[in-house]
């Protein structure tokens, strides 16, 4: 070995600590991003409305936070999701006044701790130092990991790591221990575990890595009943926390997955047969092995057509898939004795990955870099094994090509750093690197259109369309653009394409018939407009889901028996929405019961006490009352808030002058 290398490898705490800070430094450009993708909507204490988020905007009792599923934050949605650490740990660093930065910080600091960790859980399989260090290093490196360490709402896969390996590693210290010792390891084990689970829900595999980290790191699990004597301690140690576990996530979020489902943007494989959801999904599964292997370009969406179903097994696709896993798993048993590491390495990748395949079942998502963090800690870990175990005269050349490809993968990580600095960052990076994905070129061709590129939004409209002509996004901002550019009949044939979008889109097609509503009136086609603001009532989710323009619509151009039927039906659908005392106060307005238009204006604003056009509608109607001094204050107060939109204060001065 070289003097150099010699030197290095008597001081291995030193080149671990080079390593963590070397991968940390490479996050550090992170800590100047904002809020992008999901982190606004979990992570930061105002919704992109504007709104308080319910649950991280100022710190709630401890309880609230095991009580509620993981988006409740958001303006109270519905998610089988239940991940209740992550968001006590986003409030605590809003309470403090951190922001962004401090989200940022805390996700570099874990990861540098994750770091750390898989060094010591490739030592406690058997690993050498130096190989446990190289392992490290390559776990540390992947650029797999920007979306989990850039990204703010990473902290559920970084916390369910970070505590699943400290559980892990106290399982196999406690199976290596005397039976005196065993108890304090396992309690710790078993807490921890908690804490992973609570962390997200995925952290149940590591009881499958911790087992197989027992079966080969003591001597006592040689013979099968020493096996089975672990097995059931390991039970032991995760049953208790597994079960208060589902009782809480049960008590938070119930059957919320049966009533949410998933969204057909996210995991289109979910509306598939199942037999060609598992044929996709195992090729998709091979994908996920490239991409820890080789994370370029990445993606933070990989949307419905970037994958191409499997519909037969004789695809290619699939039998090459099915060919590598079964080589993987056949591999790993292999290995068991002779080669423990590499058996607990193909564990690690599988136990987590699996079920992240929607093979097993559906999941959230076709596809997540985010979902390959902790699988990515078995390649790491297989890699530096097989390096360790090479030729010496290969030494050099493997050596050379390792550090290669961590060089290759932080300059990445530098790169797609500022890629989540903001939504527009992300969305005009992603839509470079995966030109498939529907929802972020739709995305980006709004971005276009805000900025004056109308030619180039179209332009990227179209091919939204030429991939997924049922794109139910793409549809609804196309017609509204071109409505916008008063191209009537071309937003007609749009908009009527988007009514025929199948269910499982959720084409919310009250929503297109909004938009036809407004096409109609600012075409001067009041009979159609009409006909549209009927058609939108009568779909049921415009009852779950009312607009605010059907609302003065339905006011002005219905009868006040038709338009206060809606309300009462809409009433009995959704009791709390503002949506119907607002209705109803339009209606006594419009009648010249001014009073209770008042009143019901002043029960909307109890509930949106920022709500710019309500406010313009009560200063109105007090004004048309008499009430000249009290609307002279509203409409000077709605004249001179910035805040308010610029239209809205042009009214408030209109009026002021009438007045």
């Known amino acids: 070995m070289p003097a150099p290398l010699a030197a290095l490898a008597s001081r291995p705490r030193l080149v671990l600590a080079a390593v963590i800070v070397l991968v940390s430094t490479a996050y550090a450009p992170s800590l100047a991003n904002g809020y992008a993708l999901d982190d606004a909507l979990l992570a930061s204490p105002l919704l992109p409305d504007g709104r308080p988020n319910l649950m991280t905007s100022q710190l709630r009792p401890l309880p609230d936070y095991f009580t509620h599923g993981y988006w409740h934050g958001n303006a109270g949605e519905a998610s089988p999701l239940y991940r209740p650490l992550p968001i006590l740990g986003f409030a605590i660093g809003n309470a403090l006044g951190l922001g962004a930065l401090g989200h940022h910080l805390g996700n570099v600091v874990l990861h540098a701790v994750a770091v750390a960790l898989a060094f010591l859980l490739a030592r406690a399989v058997g690993m050498r130092q130096m190989a446990a260090i190289l392992a490290a290093a390559l776990f540390g490196s992947s650029a797999i990991h920007s979306e989990v360490v850039a990204g703010i709402v990473g902290r559920a896969e970084l916390l369910a790591f970070c505590f699943g390996a400290v559980a892990t590693l106290a399982f196999v210290r406690g199976a290596r221990s005397a039976a005196g010792a065993r108890l304090g390891a396992w309690t710790l084990a078993s807490g921890s575990f908690a804490l992973a689970l609570f962390s997200k829900e995925s952290a149940l595999a590591w009881s499958v890595l911790a087992l197989a980290g027992a079966a080969i790191a003591a001597p006592r699990a040689t013979t099968k009943d020493a096996l089975r004597a672990h097995a059931l301690a390991l039970l032991a140690v995760v049953l208790p926390p597994l079960v208060v576990f589902v009782a809480l996530r049960h008590a938070a979020v119930g059957d919320a997955g049966a009533h949410v489902g998933v969204k057909y943007l996210a995991n289109p494989l979910a509306y598939l047969d199942a037999g060609t959801r598992v044929r996709t999904g195992m090729t998709i599964w091979a994908f996920g092995l490239f991409k820890c292997l080789w994370p370029w370009p990445l993606s933070a969406d990989y949307g419905p057509v970037t994958f191409t179903p499997v519909a037969s097994a004789g695809d290619p696709r699939f039998l090459g898939a099915l060919m590598l896993w079964l080589a993987v798993l056949v591999g790993a048993g292999l290995c068991r004795r002779r080669r423990p590491v590499l058996f607990v390495a193909a564990v690690c990748f599988v136990a987590f990955s699996l079920p992240v ?43 050379a090509m390792l550090a290669a490809w961590m060089v290759v993968n932080l300059a990445i990580v530098l790169l797609r750093n500022g890629a989540w600095a903001n939504d527009t960052a992300l969305t005009l990076a992603d839509a470079e690197s995966n030109p498939r994905s529907v929802r972020v070129l739709d995305e980006k061709a709004r971005h276009l259109r805000t900025h004056g590129d109308a030619a180039g939004a179209e332009a990227l409209w179209r091919r939204v369309l030429e991939l997924d002509p049922d794109a139910i996004e793409a549809l609804t901002n196309y017609g509204t653009f071109l409505a916008e550019c008063g191209r009537v009949q071309e937003a007609e044939r749009i908009f009527s394409r988007a009514l025929a979008v199948p269910d499982e889109r959720r084409p919310l097609r009250h929503v297109t018939y909004a938009n036809l509503l407004a096409l109609y009136e600012r075409a001067g086609r009041p009979e159609d407009a009409r006909a549209a603001l009927r058609a939108a009532w009568r779909e049921p989710e415009a009852m779950r889901a009312p607009l605010d323009s059907l609302v003065l619509p339905t006011a002005v151009m219905l009868p006040a028996d038709e338009a206060l039927a809606i309300a009462e039906a809409g009433e009995r659908a959704l009791p709390a929405s503002p949506s119907w005392p607002l209705l109803r106060a339009y209606v006594a307005h419009r009648n010249g019961d001014f009073d209770a238009a008042i009143r019901r204006f002043e029960q909307v604003l109890a509930a949106q006490p920022d709500h710019a056009f309500v406010r313009l509608a009560l200063a109105s109607a007090h ?37």
């Open 623 to 659: 004004l048309d009352a008499g009430h000249h001094d009290v609307a002279s204050g509203m409409l000077r107060g709605l004249r001179e808030d910035p805040r308010v939109p610029a239209d809205i204060r042009a009214r408030a001065a209109g009026l002021l002058q009438r007045k």
């Open 357 to 399: 395949t929607n093979v097993l079942f559906v999941i959230g998502t076709t596809f997540g870099e985010r979902l390959y963090f902790t699988p990515s800690l078995g390649i790491a870990l297989a890699v530096a094994e097989l390096a360790s175990r090479s030729p010496p005269r290969w030494h050099r050349a493997v050596g």
